[in-house]
C-alpha cells in the first residue's frame, strides 16, 4: 500500500512510518514541526534529543536498507497538502497532524486559536484533498478517548442505539471533552462524519487513550530512531511523567484524588491498531469508529504500579497528591468497550511490570537531562 | 440593557438591531457586509435595494428618534471584536455573525473553508472577547434546528436524557446536519457547551427553523428600513423562494417528493424569541437550549399554501417538482418540542393566508427586479 502519515515527526507518526516501511509499504511522512516549535516555546523539550525528519529518514535508510520519502509542509495549507496527495496518490492516510496537548490549548486565547485552527484544518484540507485527488483513499484519523469524557453511562465504539419515546435511532455516542484540544477533535468527527454521510469518503476514526512506551521494533535498531519523549507537564502524558519522576527521585504528582480512570496503550499495540486499520479499511460511505487501547487504569494506580516497580529498582518513589489544576471529575464511572480493534486481531501489550521496569531503564541514562519543575503543573483550566 | 448584535446588518440582524433600540435598550450593531460580499459575488442579490448600516441606522434615527451605534469590522478578526466588547460592555451579545447559506457552504473547497473559518472564529472570538472583559454578558448565539437533521426519534429541546444498559446520563441531543453550513452551527455547539462548562460562561442557544417575513413594527416605518430579502436559490429560503416565483408567475419548484418537514416561524416572532431571551438570561454555567419555530410544514404543504392564495389574488400559480439538488430525506419522521419559548412568553404569528396575502403584496411592487433563473438549484450536494 501507499500510506501518507500527516505529522511524521511525532511521537506516533515516527514509530508509525517507521513501522509501516518495514512492513513493505510505501511511506511519505509529512511534518511542519509545528509540536517541536510549540515545545520550544513552551520550555517544554523532549527528554532525549530527536534528530529532524531528514535526519532519522537518512539514519533508517541506512540500519533498514528502506526509503520513507519526507516532504516539511503544513497540512493547514491546503495548497502543500492537496499537492502531496496528488504526487503520492495514497491508498491511507494516516492522520496525526495536531495539536496534541491538552494543557497547551487551555494556556490563553492565543494557544486556543492555534489548536482550533491548526487541527480543524489539517482534517478539513485532508478531507477536500482526498475528495479532489484520492477518492478511494481511506482516511485514518486519529481521535481520542476523551472525546466521549466521563459519562454515567457505559461507552460504546463511537456509536449508540437510543430509544426514546417508543421509537429508536443510532446516533454518534455522546461527545464532551476536557479540554479544548479535546474539544477539537469532536469537531474533527463532526466534520468527517458530515463528508462521510455526504461524498462517501471511507473514514476510520481510532478513539485512542494515553499511549505509553518508547520502544517498537524498529525505534530498538538505534537511538537516534527512538520516538520524541515528553515528560512536562503540557506535552507529556500521565505516564511518562510517573516514570520521569521515579528516575528522578522526586514525587510522582497525582492531579487531585487520583480516580480518573482512562484506557491506556502500549505504544507498540497503537502501530498494531494502526496497521490492522489499514490493511481492513472503512467502507465507502463508512465512519468506523474503534476505541483504541488495551486496558483500564486509574492515576492512583498507575502511580502506586511505577512507585512499586521503582522501589524494586531501588529508586525511593513515593507519591504525593497535588491541587488539580484540570477541571475534571476525580471518582467517576467508567466502562467503555474495546472489541472492534482485538476482533480485527490486537494482541495487547499490556502494562506489566516488567514494561514498566523496561520503561525506567530506558530513560536512566537520560536522567541528568531532567527538569523537575517542568513537570508540576504551569497551566491551570480555571482563569 | 447594553445589547450588542453581531450581524447587525443580516436579515434577522438589522430588525433585532432596530426592535432592541425601540424598546428602549442601548443597540451597537456589528457587520463586515461579509454575506452582502458574497451574494453579490454569487449574484445572489437581494430584492429590495437596503442601504448599508450608517445610512440604515441614520434613517431609523430621523424616523424614531433614536441612535443605534455601529461598527464596521469582522468578527474573525480577535482584536476587533475584543476591543469592541471592552468598549460597549455588553450585557448580552446577540451573535448572527456566520455565513447563514447551506447551499453557499456546498460550492466547492474556497466556499466551505470560509463557512468553517468565518462561523468558527466568530463564536471562538465571542466566547474569548467575553471571557476577558465582560464574563457576566449573556451570549445569545443562533442556532438552527438543522443542527439535529431528521432523526427517527422526538427532537427535544437541545438535551437528552440516555437510559443505557441500566445506567443514565443527560447529554446534548444528538446532532447531525444536512450541509456543512449546518454543520458548522453544529461545531459552534460543542465549542459553546465546552466553554460553559469550564469557565461558567452564560450562554442560550436558540435553534432556529427557516423564517419568512419582512414586516415588522419599525421596518414598516420605511421601507428603506425592510430587511434584506434574498430569493434566489443560494441565500433565499424556501418561503421566500415560493411567493417570489408566485409573484413572476412561474411554476413553483418543489425540491425533489416534498415531503422535507421542517419547524418555520415569523420573523415578528424571531424579534420576540431574542427579546425573550434577553430579558430571561441563562444562569452562569449554563447552555440554556430553545428550539425557536412555532408551526411545522412539509415543503409540500407550504408550496400549496402559496399557491392557493396566489391563485386567489389572480396570480397563476404551479407546483413543479423538480430534482432535489440536495442530500436529504424527502419523506422522515419529525417531531421537534418547542415549549421553552411559549413557556417564556411566545405569542405567535402563524402563517395564516393573510399573511401570506401581506407577503406577496409587499413583493409585488419589485416584480420586475426578480431574475427567476437564480431561484433554481444552482449548486449539487453531490460531487
Redesign the interface.
Known amino acids: 500500500m501507499r500510506i501518507m502519515v500527516l505529522g511524521g515527526d511525532g511521537y506516533l507518526g515516527w514509530p508509525t512510518a517507521m513501522a509501516f516501511r518495514r512492513a513493505g509499504h510505501q511511506v511519505r511522512a509529512i511534518d511542519n514541526y509545528l509540536r517541536r516549535t510549540l515545545a520550544a516555546a513552551t520550555d517544554s523539550d523532549a527528554l532525549m534529543p530527536n534528530p529532524r525528519l531528514p535526519e532519522r529518514v537518512e539514519i533508517f535508510r541506512r540500519v533498514c536498507d528502506s526509503p520513507i520519502e519526507f516532504a516539511e509542509g503544513d497540512c493547514s495549507d491546503?495548497g502543500f497538502i492537496s499537492e502531496q496527495v496528488q504526487d503520492f496518490a495514497p491508498d491511507a492516510i494516516v492522520h496525526y497532524a495536531e495539536q496534541p496537548s491538552a494543557p497547551y490549548s487551555m494556556i490563553g486565547?492565543d494557544e486556543?486559536?492555534t489548536t482550533?485552527?491548526n487541527n480543524?484544518?489539517a482534517t478539513?484540507n485532508a478531507v477536500?484533498a482526498v475528495?479532489?485527488h484520492a477518492p478511494d483513499c481511506h482516511i485514518i484519523k486519529l481521535g481520542t478517548m476523551g472525546e466521549y469524557g466521563t459519562?454515567?453511562?457505559?461507552i460504546e465504539e463511537g456509536w449508540?442505539d437510543?430509544?426514546?419515546?417508543g421509537?429508536?435511532?443510532r446516533?454518534?455516542f455522546?461527545?464532551?471533552?476536557g479540554s479544548?484540544y479535546h474539544?477539537t477533535k469532536?469537531?474533527d468527527t463532526?466534520?468527517l462524519?458530515?463528508y462521510v454521510?455526504?461524498?462517501g469518503l471511507r473514514v476510520t476514526d481510532l478513539m485512542q487513550g494515553p499511549v505509553y512506551g518508547i520502544s517498537t521494533d524498529e525505534a530498538d535498531l538505534d537511538r537516534r530512531l527512538m520516538p520524541n519523549f515528553h515528560y512536562d507537564d503540557i506535552f507529556g502524558t500521565v505516564v511518562n511523567r510517573f516514570l520521569v519522576q521515579a528516575v528522578a527521585s522526586v514525587p510522582l504528582t497525582v492531579y487531585g484524588k487520583g480516580g480518573q480512570i482512562r484506557g491506556y496503550l502500549n505504544l507498540r499495540d497503537t502501530l498494531q491498531c494502526i496497521e490492522l486499520a489499514a490493511a481492513n479499511p472503512a467502507r465507502k460511505g463508512e465512519l468506523r469508529v474503534l476505541n483504541q487501547f488495551t486496558e483500564t487504569f486509574s492515576v492512583n494506580e498507575l502511580a502506586e504500579r511505577v512507585r512499586r516497580v521503582a522501589v524494586g529498582m531501588g529508586l525511593p518513589a513515593e507519591v504525593r497528591h497535588i491541587d488539580n489544576p484540570r477541571?475534571e471529575m476525580e471518582e467517576h464511572?467508567y466502562n467503555p468497550a474495546h472489541h472492534g480493534l482485538l476482533e480485527l486481531g490486537l494482541r495487547p501489550h499490556f502494562m506489566t511490570d516488567d514494561v514498566v521496569a523496561a520503561m525506567i531503564e530506558a530513560i536512566l541514562p537520560y536522567r541528568d537531562r531532567i527538569a523537575v519543575d517542568r513537570i508540576l503543573p504551569r497551566v491551570r483550566?480555571?482563569?
Open positions: 491546503f486565547y486556543a486559536r482550533l485552527s480543524l484544518l478539513f477536500w475528495l479532489q459519562p454515567n453511562i457505559d449508540i437510543i430509544e426514546h419515546k421509537r429508536r435511532d446516533f454518534l455522546p461527545r464532551q471533552a479544548l474539544t469532536v469537531l463532526d466534520l462524519w458530515f454521510r455526504v461524498y477541571k464511572y483550566w480555571r482563569q
